[in-house]
């Protein structure tokens, strides 16, 4: 498993081919909710589903990574 590469959160944006996007806030591989209903995000808790998702999307460049902090 790959360290988490970034200093802190950061903003994952996924673009769909209609040009609409998805902003998740993500820190240590947890995924913590997104930017459209931060009310949503819920205590972290490590999933290895969500790290193999969100490594891979990271790998792929198929998502741009915002750093937050």
Do not use: C
Request: no cysteine; aromatic share 10%; hydrophobic share 40%.
């Amino acid at each position: 498993m790959v360290n988490w590469p970034y200093p802190g959160a950061v903003m994952m944006v996924e673009r769909g081919d209609d040009g609409r996007e998805e902003r998740h806030l993500v820190d240590q591989w947890h995924w913590l909710g997104t930017a459209q209903r931060p009310e949503s995000a819920t205590a972290p808790s490590f999933e290895f589903d969500t790290w193999r998702i969100l490594s891979r999307a990271v790998s792929q460049g198929k998502v741009e990574v915002r750093q937050l902090s």
